[in-house]
């Protein structure tokens, strides 16, 4: 079942989140951390949180959702939100993590989540 057709059942806009949309958009941080910033694998495993067979699974479309992935990397508006992530968690690494990187971060993820999620748009998801 596709994200669409869950649109029509009964699930939060959440569980559809957590299922797919927040993997796929880990994915594309992933993805542009290796591909456009040129970090290795163990690098971003390292900074993410995420072990090195993880980074693997999610740039081999193993984990999240390649075609959702694709369209947050090629679509601007998306695009422009994963590079803002993805660039504030890389420097918060570098600088060590200070107060307030987590909740940019969550609100981030949240927001670009919430656009992107047909279920949040419905339902009046405050981010």
């Not at 669409?4 to 059942?9: A, E, G, P, V």
């Not at 067979?53 to 075609?67: H, I």
């Not at 909740?103 to 981030?108: A, L, N, P």
Request: overall charge positive; aromatic content about 8%.
């Amino acid at each position: 079942m596709t994200t669409l057709q869950r649109y029509h059942t009964m699930e939060l806009p959440c569980e559809i989140a957590s299922r797919e949309i927040l993997p796929s958009i880990r994915a594309a941080i992933v993805r542009y951390l290796v591909e456009e910033r040129g970090l290795s694998k163990y690098s971003v495993a390292k900074i993410m949180g995420l072990t090195p067979a993880a980074v693997t699974y999610y740039l081999k479309g193993k984990r999240g959702n390649p075609e959702l992935e694709a369209k947050l990397l090629d679509e601007p508006r998306y695009r422009e939100i994963i590079v803002k992530i993805a660039d504030m968690i890389l420097n918060a690494w570098r600088e060590g993590f200070k107060q307030g990187v987590y909740s940019r971060y969550k609100k981030m993820v949240c927001v670009l989540c919430a656009s992107f999620n047909p279920r949040a748009q419905e339902a009046g998801c405050p981010h």
